[in-house]
């Protein structure tokens, strides 16, 4: 009778024991699921992503940050950032990497090796981490290639700078409206716009025509209905505000 009870006993541990274990074959499950999910997040990101251990040292990289060193993941991981970085920039990165011990983020540029050949302008914007499971800090790395960007500024810079310089080209014909954007201007390099508002009778009336190298736009104006009409065949090229704000240069060329 005794061993019959502990028969029954193991029986139901047993059975316990096994469901515990569904359990946590399930949850494991759901674990490795989303770090699947997360990983393939981190491989649509549009912007480099490296997470580095606090000697620098590379341990995850995603596509976009392979694709800005131009090799192959596997020669990346387990090599030292700082490696990476331009010589003339080494002092800055460790400067900037510093402040991390009273900041839980900091952002700045250097220069860093692509392909063993050429540099590029990467902007990073840091923090480190300590990872729960191992009690270990880490150092995550978000990159961006800024080098279109500090030639642009480099350009600015110059005396004999041209606004038109590296610039799309927007053509619209005579009669077409053009399109206005709150966080835009237009310059035109060729033709003539014509700009026009709304009377309170429901009139349109001229408020301004546009030639060579002027620019406009609904941030230039304080009325409510503004429309822009091509004239003639035009050419015009559009600036960002976002551009304005951060380059004296451009503003001085456009504004006055």
Known sequence: MELGIVSEALQLATKELARQNERLVSMQNKVEAEQKRYKSLLELMPNGYLVTDVEYAIREVN???TDLFDVEPQSL?????IKLVHNDDRALFQAKLSQLAQRSQIEFSVRLQRNHA?????????????EPETASPTVRWLLQDITERKRAEVALESSNYDVLYDR???SFSKGEIIPLEPQQIWLVTQGAVKLTTMSD???????????????????LTALQIYQAIALSKVQLISIPLTELAHLPHLSQALLP
């Open 77 to 81: 991981i387990g090599k030292s950032l």
């Open 168 to 170: 799309t080209l927007h």
């Open 63 to 65: 596509q976009a940050a």
């Open 118 to 130: 050429s540099f590029f302008n990467a902007s990073l914007l840091v923090s480190s981490v300590r």
């Open 201 to 219: 009778r429901g009139e349109e009336m001229l408020i301004g025509l546009i030639r060579d190298s002027m620019i406009f736009g609904p941030s």
